[in-house]
């Protein structure tokens, strides 16, 4: 209301013919003002939309172990060796792993504790070594595609070091000549792929879009428009404040301090709308 005031009695000041002039090229400016403003509106609001159509309007900060889980079977090298068939081993499944070692090892402590608190499963598995004997192996599954863990995907190298986790491909064993006539027997196991977790992760909800600028054009003629996403934690599972947690993995201090994570997004302007080219965590 004050700039309006002003703008009127500069204008009761001037002639007449003056005044009009005067008046058009004000409300130039303010029109300049409303449009820019608008525009940063409107560039929020389609930034928004292509961060929900990257699925980017929650995402999440994750925290990589300190120790290494995954496949532990240290205590049977040397010795080839394949397990039953199971619900969470046959070959047409796709497990999600958190730590899988033989059943009469002891298991590390954040593993028993996450199994105690039901954020892990745990599986027994027969196990048949190639030399005679039998054993038990014992898998620690998180749910299926849990987003408090992150994953890697891997096909455990069974040609090498024997199949840590394959199945017989046929129940019985296969007879191969050799050179010299003898017969070889085979075990033909069934490799797959296992999503092994890698880390621990907090969700995050976009809070807010700042920074936003537009560009001239990059070396390719394209323009370019930057901004920054805010993101807030969603907060920590009662299960990652544990003593036995922080020891072995760590934890989320800036987060815990209330510490937004800012994403720098960077944008091309296609002839359809806005298209997302680099979303980059700042550090």
């Known amino acids: 209301m004050s700039m309006l005031r002003s703008l009127t009695l500069m204008l009761s000041r001037l002639p007449r013919f003056a005044r009009i002039g005067g008046g058009v090229a004000a409300l130039g400016v303010i029109g300049v003002g409303v449009t820019s403003l608008a525009g940063r509106s409107g560039d929020e609001a389609t930034i928004r939309t292509v961060l929900a159509a990257h699925q980017a309007i929650d995402t999440r900060s994750c925290l990589t172990f300190r120790f290494a889980p995954g496949l532990n079977f240290e205590s049977w090298a040397g010795r080839q060796f394949w397990m039953a068939s199971t619900p969470w081993t046959a070959p047409d499944r796709h497990p999600f792993i958190f730590y899988a070692g033989p059943a009469d090892d002891t298991a590390p402590e954040i593993v028993t504790d996450l199994v105690h608190r039901g954020v892990l499963e745990r599986h027994l598995v027969p196990v048949s070594f190639l030399a005679g004997g039998m054993a038990s ?52 196991l069934h490799p797959y792929l296992i999503s092994q977790v890698s880390g621990i992760c907090m969700g995050l909800h976009l809070n807010a879009i ?32 544990t003593p036995v947690f922080r020891r072995t993995v760590g934890s989320f201090q800036n987060l815990e301090n209330g510490t937004d994570v800012r994403h720098r997004l960077v944008f091309h302007r296609a002839p359809n709308g806005l298209e997302l080219v680099g979303n980059q965590e700042e550090r």
């Open 137 to 188: 192996a014992a898998i620690y599954t998180t749910r299926r595609n849990d987003p408090d863990f992150s994953y890697e995907l891997l096909q455990p190298n069974f040609m090498e070091r024997g199949s840590p986790l394959g199945t017989l491909a046929w129940p019985n064993s296969v007879s191969v000549a050799q050179d010299n006539g003898a017969q070889q027997t085979l075990y033909l």
């Open 210 to 241: 700042t920074d936003i600028k537009p560009h001239d054009r990059d070396w390719a003629g394209r323009e370019v428009m930057t901004a920054t996403a805010v993101y807030k934690g969603d907060g920590l599972k009662d299960w990652m404040q």
